[in-house]
C-alpha cells in the first residue's frame, strides 16, 4: 500500500509568515543573536596619539612666596619705633622773642602710644627775683618737655592725639617745673615714616608749688591771697609746628 507524499516544507512557509506577522517587528531581535546586540555601556579607552592636559594643582600645593627677609619699617605703625624732629613755636608769655626752635626725640608703639622728649634752644622763661610773690612767678615756658603721647584712633594719614607730661627749666638755678597737657595732629607721608605735627599745650603750676606760694603769702602778711582758680588760669600757650622722621 502506497502512501502519498506530503511536501512539509510548502506548509512551514506560510506558518512561519503568519508568525511573524503576529509577534511583530520585536520578533526579530529575540531572533537575532547576543554577538550582535549593540552594548548598553561601551567601555571607552584614552587615545594614546590625543595629547593630554596637565592636572591643575590644588591651592594647598601651590608655591608659597618666600618670606621677607630682615626687618621691615612700618614708620609710626610700627610695633617698635624711634623718630628725631624740629619743631618751631610760639608762646603767649613774651614779646620779646615769642618763636621758639628745638629738637625732638620720639618713641612709638605700634602707632597708638609713645613719649616724646623735646628741647629748645631759646629760653623765654626767666627766674623770678627772691621777693618775687606775684603769680606770673609761676607762669613759664619750660624749655625741657616730656610727655606720653595717645592716639585714640588713626584714619589714613591723620593721626590725632593728646598729651600730657612735665616740663622743666633746665637754665634756672631753683627747681622749677610745671605741667603740660595738649592736643596735636599728625600728617604722615612716605609709608608712615614722615610726619608733620602740629600741637597746642598748655601749662599750669605744681600743685606743691601752689601751696608754696600761697605761705610765701601768709608769711609777708598780704591781705588778698588769690583763689585757687587764678593760678591754674589757663594763659600759659604755646603752639608748635614740626617734622619728624620715623624708623
Known amino acids: 500500500m502506497t502512501y502519498p507524499r506530503v511536501n512539509i516544507s510548502s506548509w512551514c512557509s506560510p506558518l512561519l509568515l503568519l508568525a511573524a ?4 517587528p520585536g520578533s526579530a531581535a529575540l531572533a537575532a543573536p547576543d554577538s550582535h546586540a549593540p552594548a548598553e555601556n561601551p567601555v571607552r579607552r584614552p587615545d594614546p596619539a590625543a595629547p593630554r592636559i596637565p592636572a591643575q594643582p590644588a591651592v594647598r600645593d601651590a608655591p608659597r612666596e618666600p618670606p621677607i627677609q630682615g626687618y621691615v619699617s612700618r614708620g609710626v605703625r610700627s610695633r617698635f ?5 624740629l619743631h618751631v613755636g610760639v608762646n603767649s608769655l613774651t614779646t620779646a622773642s615769642p618763636i621758639i626752635s628745638g629738637v625732638s626725640a620720639h618713641f612709638r608703639a ?3 602710644a609713645g613719649i616724646t622728649l623735646e628741647y629748645d634752644f631759646e629760653r623765654v622763661a626767666k627766674t623770678p ?3 618775687d610773690v ?9 624749655n625741657l618737655r616730656i610727655a606720653a603721647v595717645i592716639y585714640p584712633y588713626r584714619w589714613r594719614m591723620l593721626g ?3 598729651l600730657g607730661g612735665l616740663g622743666i627749666d633746665t637754665l634756672s638755678d631753683e627747681d ?4 603740660q597737657v595738649g592736643l596735636g595732629l599728625e600728617v604722615t607721608f612716605w609709608h608712615d615714616r614722615i610726619a608733620l605735627a602740629a600741637e597746642f599745650r598748655a601749662f599750669i603750676p605744681r600743685p606743691t608749688d601752689v601751696e608754696k606760694h600761697k605761705e610765701r603769702l601768709q608769711i609777708t602778711g598780704a ?5 585757687t582758680r587764678s593760678y591754674y588760669n589757663v594763659d600759659n600757650l604755646l603752639f608748635t609746628l614740626s617734622v619728624r622722621v620715623y624708623y
Open 223 to 227: 591781705q588778698n591771697i588769690p583763689s
Open 176 to 179: 622749677r617745673a610745671n605741667f
Open 81 to 85: 619705633c624711634f623718630g628725631i624732629g
Open 129 to 131: 627775683a627772691p621777693g
Open 21 to 24: 506577522l503576529w509577534l511583530g
Open 160 to 162: 590725632p592725639y593728646v
Open 110 to 112: 605700634s602707632g597708638v
Open 134 to 142: 606775684s603769680i606770673e612767678a609761676l607762669h613759664f615756658i619750660p
